[in-house]
């Protein structure tokens, strides 16, 4: 869809109101909003109480307008996280008003409010309507922001929002277009980023087994794609993010239920492209690189097989005993690669790596791991600000026992007991003593449903680590 305008300017005709309220009727400023009208009255008579989630929906006529109030709960536990629920929400019950302009009238308790309030709108506005003749939903043609904090944190919240959903376009598209091709062209449209791609050829010539091995039987070729972005006076922060445009499963192929969902194991390097715009657009003073390696996994005669032996970038070997385990040996020459010729100060990998994660946590958390416990804290903190949300799983030496090879270094699956930390435990033999964090999205890059608490996670790619690494770049 296209983005919504917004506008700070109250010379306009709005169609509907969005009004904000804790459970004592406050803040005043807000709620006067509706002063003069029988809104708040009747609201009350109806048994509103202004309880979290709680709404009130009427045309008022007085006003000649529809005016909904938001309940916020109670004051002294609200935060961004509520706010950007509630205005998310909010903003869908209104998407089908027949004509254009929704004022957002803020609770004023934060700055942080015209930022995270736009963000929520236009995630919860996102729709992948490219395939569908029945387009976008939403009606609503401006969304009016009433602040006195100016326009430059609507334009920050707008421009990390189109970032999300440009993370999103990319990761909903259909397997047989969302190619290793369609990444390299649309990372080279990135302003400010230098591209290189490498092919199978080199992938051959440099001594990258696992990207090899996995491409094998690729239609579509299969790339490296490395983005930089940045001052090169610094040594740079290295994001890689698992690119399979289609994960089969190869020989040891899936079942074919849920198959079609494996268009999605793409999220890691749609992400990793996301951010690369993002602090691009917002133009970052930091030193990044962003890595994806992508090709699809699928069977063939050609097709690596359950037993091959692999030998990655860093010369390390790794006995292939299922083909569906084929995330951790693309990463591994990629985090290699990197590690090796960029020296970064740390490096961060996003994939959606194992159906063990998404057992252990659920789908909203990621699976974070990594030998690095400052850095870990630091993803942790910018977690809890953004709400996307990482949960740290163990990573000691006991793992690699699990995944010793008796005919090669190590073995690609470690069986079915902690199978997130054992795919942990094989990146881990690929970054040597850069500090480094491995994020498992494999539950948190997209949804099955509309979400019914964050109604800024609609149904499809979620655009995680977008804003993530993007406060954590921030900072760092
Ligand atoms: N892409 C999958 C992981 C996945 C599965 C993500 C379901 C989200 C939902 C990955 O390539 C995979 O197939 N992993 C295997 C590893 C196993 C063979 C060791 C898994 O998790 O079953
Ligand atoms: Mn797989
Ligand atoms: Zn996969």
């Known amino acids: 869809m296209e983005f919504l305008k917004y506008s700070t300017s109250n010379s306009q005709i709005v169609n509907a109101i969005i009004v904000p309220t804790f459970e004592d009727f406050t803040p005043a400023d807000t709620t006067k909003t509706v002063a003069g009208s029988k809104v708040l009255e009747s609201a009350r008579k109806s048994g509103f109480l202004g309880k979290r ?6 045309f008022d006529a007085k006003l000649e307008k529809r005016v909904l109030l938001v309940g916020l709960g109670q004051k002294k536990e609200f935060d961004d996280e509520k706010l950007r629920r509630s205005y998310s929400s909010a903003f869908n019950s209104l998407r089908s008003i ?23 709108i236009d995630l919860a506005a996102y729709d992948f309507d490219k395939y569908r003749n029945d387009k976008s939903k939403t009606k609503v043609e401006k969304v009016l922001i009433t602040t006195k904090l100016g326009e430059e944190l609507i334009n920050e919240g707008r421009i990390i929002a189109e970032a999300v959903n440009f993370t999103r376009d990319i990761a909903n598209l259909p397997p047989s277009i969302g190619t290793p091709s369609l990444f390299e062209k649309t990372a080279r ?25 996995v491409s094998r039987a690729a239609r579509e ?14 040594k740079p922060v290295l ?42 657009d917002l133009k970052l003073d930091r030193h990044v690189i962003g890595m994806a390696p992508l090709t699809e996994n699928l069977p063939g005669g050609n097709a690596y097989k359950p037993g091959d032996i692999l030998t990655h970038y860093n010369g390390v070997t790794s006995e292939v005993l299922s083909t569906d385990a084929e995330g951790r040996l693309v990463l591994a020459d990629a985090l290699s690669y990197g590690t ?4 970064p100060s740390v490096v961060i990998d996003m994939a959606t790596l194992t159906g063990a994660c998404v057992v252990a946590l659920g789908n909203n958390y990621a699976g974070m791991m990594g030998n690095d416990d400052k850095l870990k804290k630091k993803i942790r903190s910018a977690s809890e600000k953004t709400w996307e949300n990482v949960w740290e799983l163990p990573l000691d030496e006991d793992f690699q026992d699990q995944i010793k090879s008796k005919v090669a270094d190590i073995k690609n699956t470690g069986g079915r007991e902690g199978g997130a930390e054992t795919a942990g435990a094989f990146l881990s033999k690929f970054v040597g003593d850069t500090p480094w964090v491995h994020l498992d999205i494999a539950g948190t890059a997209w949804t099955q449903k509309n979400n019914s608490h964050k109604a800024y996670l609609p149904a499809g790619a979620t655009g995680f680590g977008v804003r993530l690494l993007y406060e954590f770049l921030k900072e760092e």
Do not use: H, W
């Not at 004509?99 to 930022?115: C, F, T, Y």
């Not at 070729?221 to 610094?234: D, F, Q, R, T, V």
């Not at 090796?340 to 020296?343: A, E, I, S």
């Open 189 to 213: 449209k990135i302003k400010g980023a230098t591209v290189r791609a490498f092919d199978r050829e080199d992938f051959i010539k440099m001594g990258m087994g696992g990207l090899e091995g």
């Open 239 to 280: 994001i890689v993010g698992k690119g399979i445009t289609f994960d089969s499963g190869g020989i040891s192929i899936k079942p074919a239920e849920g198959m079609d969902q494996m268009k999605f194991d793409k999220c890691g390097a749609s992400a990793v492209i996301g951010i690369m715009k993002l602090i691009s």
């Open 98 to 120: 027949p004509r254009g302009v929704v004022q957002v009238i803020l609770p004023g308790l934060s700055s942080n409010e015209p930022k995270e309030a736009t963000f929520a």
């Open 340 to 343: 090796k010729n960029f020296k």
């Open 53 to 58: 989630g709680e709404t009130f929906d009427t």
């Open 221 to 234: 070729a299969a790339k490296l794609l490395i983005l930089e972005y940045g001052p090169k006076s610094k």
